[in-house]
């Protein structure tokens, strides 16, 4: 777009060199045409946005740029009797359809053509009928391209327009989804201990002392959710990489739970630029398994290491609690690979003596890679 607007002074400057080189014209036109590029060059400039206009003064730019052009048209009709003077007029038509409000390019085109035929006129009677026709012919032509050419470009801004609504229609949802299923949840579980912890208060004041514990720990993890959401709704440009991103979780889960958490982190995984949703994903894997390594493994240390290797993206996540008795995978383990798989990536789940080890391994891309 930026190419369009600015090949219009290129044009001014082609047809005026041209029409100057047919018949000299007077020094005072030769002055007033080299001002109409310049003036030209800086509302170019102005209208893609390099010199600090308001948009509102867009239209009366345009409205200038149109009577400039027609008075200089009119100077050179004066003058040259087969210039192609119509030729003037193509850009700024073309102009009028992708920076003008759309209810103001039919005003502008009927202008465009009544000023140029009034401003060709002195040309116009020179020339024979069939000359004439020529010129109106091509006008008419060039006109109608510009016009077609600028419908042509609005109706791709409108379409690039409706992808990026839908783009940001499905994040709401994939954000509205996280928050279903992890604060939704967590919430639900906590109003469920809450309402344990009613009826035993009175009776058993240590088991409603323990469903009050496990209420501070569901809503804890609700809160850190909400957090997570907050983040992925951040501008690209302030999201974190992914390495950082695992160790504030590493260093908030440690603080909230108790347990030893380390993240050794490989030089190559700190090079890769920021993806939000790699990082919303792997972050939501990591806290899977630092769950499970918590809660049901009743672990004390956790080790994970985020690396690469070739053209993949490997975390490993590593615990010192009860191994497993089987691997059927539960709502975690399924959530972890339901995540590897959304990034094009597997998971696998190793038993050890004294522990669980997660792998999730997930491509990177070319661009990342070269």
């Known amino acids: 777009m930026r190419l369009l607007y600015l090949s219009r002074p290129v044009v001014f400057g082609i047809i005026a060199l041209y029409i100057s080189l047919r018949e000299p014209l007077p020094r005072p036109l030769a002055v007033a045409f080299a001002a109409g590029g310049l003036l030209l060059v800086c509302t170019s400039v102005a209208i893609v946005g390099w010199l600090p206009v308001p948009g509102h003064w867009r239209p009366p730019i345009l409205w200038g740029e149109l009577l400039v052009v027609a008075g200089l048209n009119f100077g050179a009709a004066s003058h040259v009797s087969r210039g192609l003077s119509e030729l003037l007029f193509g850009p700024l038509a073309t102009s009028a359809f992708l920076a003008l409000d759309r209810s103001w390019t039919s005003t502008y085109l009927a202008a465009l053509v009544g000023l140029w035929v009034a401003s060709t006129g002195p040309a116009l009677v020179r020339l024979t009928a069939v000359e004439a026709s020529l010129h109106l012919a091509l006008f008419g032509c060039f006109i109608f391209f510009c016009a077609n050419a600028?419908?042509?470009?609005?109706?791709?801004?409108?379409?690039?327009?409706?992808?990026?609504?839908?783009?940001?229609?499905?994040?709401?949802?994939?954000?509205?989804?996280?928050?279903?299923?992890?604060?939704?949840?967590?919430?639900?579980?906590?109003?469920?201990?809450?309402?344990?912890?009613?009826?035993?208060?009175?009776?058993?004041?240590?088991?409603?002392?323990?469903?009050?514990?496990?209420?501070?720990?569901?809503?804890?993890?609700?809160?850190?959710?909400?957090?997570?959401?907050?983040?992925?709704?951040?501008?690209?440009?302030?999201?974190?990489?992914?390495?950082?991103?695992?160790?504030?979780?590493?260093?908030?889960?440690?603080?909230?739970?108790?347990?030893?958490?380390?993240?050794?982190?490989?030089?190559?995984?700190?090079?890769?630029?920021?993806?939000?949703?790699?990082?919303?994903?792997?972050?939501?894997?990591?806290?899977?398994?630092?769950?499970?390594?918590?809660?049901?493994?009743?672990?004390?240390?956790?080790?994970?290491?985020?690396?690469?290797?070739?053209?993949?993206?490997?975390?490993?996540?590593?615990?010192?609690?009860?191994?497993?008795?089987?691997?059927?995978?539960?709502?975690?383990?399924?959530?972890?690979?339901?995540?590897?798989?959304a990034l094009g990536g597997t998971a696998s789940f190793q038993p050890l003596p004294d522990g669980l080890q997660v792998t999730v391994t997930i491509p990177l891309p070319q661009e990342v890679i070269s």
């Open 150 to 341: 600028g419908h042509s470009i609005r109706g791709f801004q409108d379409w690039a327009e409706r992808q990026q609504e839908v783009a940001v229609l499905r994040e709401r949802q994939r954000i509205a989804h996280e928050i279903h299923d992890s604060v939704a949840h967590a919430l639900t579980l906590a109003l469920v201990q809450l309402q344990i912890a009613r009826r035993l208060l009175a009776r058993d004041p240590a088991e409603a002392a323990s469903a009050l514990d496990r209420c501070v720990e569901l809503t804890r993890s609700a809160l850190q959710d909400t957090r997570y959401a907050v983040r992925a709704l951040q501008p690209r440009g302030q999201m974190l990489p992914d390495w950082e991103v695992l160790s504030r979780l590493a260093r908030e889960f440690g603080a909230m739970s108790g347990v030893q958490v380390e993240l050794l982190v490989d030089p190559a995984s700190q090079q890769l630029p920021p993806d939000p949703v790699r990082s919303a994903n792997l972050c939501r894997i990591f806290q899977e398994a630092l769950t499970n390594a918590h809660r049901h493994g009743q672990a004390r240390r956790v080790w994970a290491r985020l690396s690469v290797a070739g053209s993949r993206l490997v975390l490993t996540v590593t615990n010192d609690g009860r191994p497993p008795a089987s691997l059927v995978p539960g709502v975690g383990m399924q959530s972890i690979v339901k995540r590897a798989m």
